[in-house]
């Protein structure tokens, strides 16, 4: 037994969770697609055949994440972001969807370079904040190479447009930028003009500003907010305490829009119900506090800061979907990490995940052991 737990030295809880999860997304995205995959393409199994690839290949991934050497390959993450922007300029030469260019259209495969930006930009954080020689007190060493090349990002993303995505890279990278000893005032500084861009935007532009009418006005009443909301008020009300049962969900017989992605959560809780909900969000809580724990025991800046990087990304993609599905927040279009059908955030998650496991490889005893 004890040469077991000798190998054994990755972060065993999180890998359980994670794969709970994905279970869970399997199973969900499944009742609720089932009835539209039969509609329009004249299989149930349609979007769940998509899905099980799309998990093999996340997992696969998972563990390519879970063994490379960290070190060697953060070195490269600036020119992958810049590769990466390049691909963001290439979607809005691919056929739109829905009214938006996000997605970069591999033969079958179609992929949202937003969500690896969103990594990369991480990754590419965690490495040059925590070079010694950095010293980010000094506003010009905040502004400089970063703003340049995050908001050249930050803005295709923008136009695609995507601003959930935008919005959770943005609040990111301040928290990363505050974790590595960033002054406040000079992130105020930063957040003023983004702020700005954003008023901007929706209320001179009219960028979205439709949705944030709808949303102003399902504050006080659901009900009176856009379709999508009272849709899924409605859904949330169907299925009560425990729910109406898998598969027996009515609101995906094409009332509630999106049942199998970015409106899951509702689709969710229509079949098993608060208490089936509570249990979801406590995987998710659970998720986040192992990703917490590994990123404040790191022995360095770096894997501290790579870490807690990863965990703020996850808990505002969650937080941002859960904030829309319940009217808490203006629509915007994230999907639920780990549970809404689609590959890109799914294989993203999933590195996310790996590169926890590895950094769990390498956890010290204490708290913040890099800060002695």
Request: aromatic share 12%; glycine share 8%.
């Amino acid at each position: 037994m004890k040469r077991y737990q000798d190998k054994i030295n990755f972060d065993e809880p999180l890998l359980l969770t994670y794969t709970a999860l994905i279970v869970v997304g399997l199973v969900m995205v499944y009742s609720s697609s089932s009835v539209l995959a039969e509609s329009r393409f004249g299989s149930n199994f349609f979007f769940l055949k998509q899905q099980v690839m799309w998990v093999v290949m996340s997992v696969l991934v998972m563990a390519g994440m879970y063994r490379i050497k960290l070190d060697r390959v953060a070195v490269y993450s600036a020119p992958a972001l810049l590769l990466i922007i390049f691909m963001l300029s290439v979607v809005f030469l691919m056929p739109s969807r829905n009214g938006s260019h996000r997605w970069l259209m591999l033969g079958p495969l179609t992929m949202q370079p937003s969500e690896l930006f969103k990594f990369a930009t991480v990754v590419y954080l965690a490495f040059s904040l925590s070079n010694p020689k950095r010293d980010i007190k000094k506003i010009k060493q905040l502004l400089f190479p970063y703003l340049p090349i995050i908001g050249v990002g930050l803005l295709l993303i923008l136009m695609e447009p995507d601003l959930g995505t935008a919005i959770v890279i943005t609040l990111t990278c301040l928290g990363m930028f505050f974790l590595a000893g960033a002054k406040i005032s000079h992130l105020f500084y930063a957040l003023v003009p983004s702020s700005s861009l954003a008023f901007f935007m929706v209320y001179v532009m009219g960028y979205k500003k439709a949705r944030i009418m709808d949303f102003i006005a399902a504050l006080s009443d659901p009900l009176k907010g856009s379709y999508q909301a009272k849709q899924a008020a409605l859904t949330f009300g169907a299925g009560g305490l425990t729910g109406t049962g898998l598969g027996d969900g009515r609101q995906k017989l094409f009332f509630l829009p999106y049942p199998h992605t970015d409106f899951i959560f509702a689709a969710t809780g229509e079949e098993v119900g608060f208490i089936g909900l509570i249990i979801l969000l406590s995987l998710f809580f659970f998720l986040l506090y192992r990703s917490l724990k590994i990123s404040m025991t790191q022995p360095d800046k770096f894997g501290f800061l790579l870490g807690a990087g990863i965990t703020i990304s996850l808990f505002l993609n969650i937080a941002v979907n859960l904030g829309v599905v319940t009217s808490l927040l203006p629509i915007t279009g994230l999907p639920l990490p780990f549970i809404s059908y689609g590959g890109s955030s799914l294989l993203i998650s999933s590195a996310a995940v790996g590169l926890l496991l590895n950094l769990s490889k390498k956890r010290g005893k204490g708290t913040l052991v890099w800060r002695k």
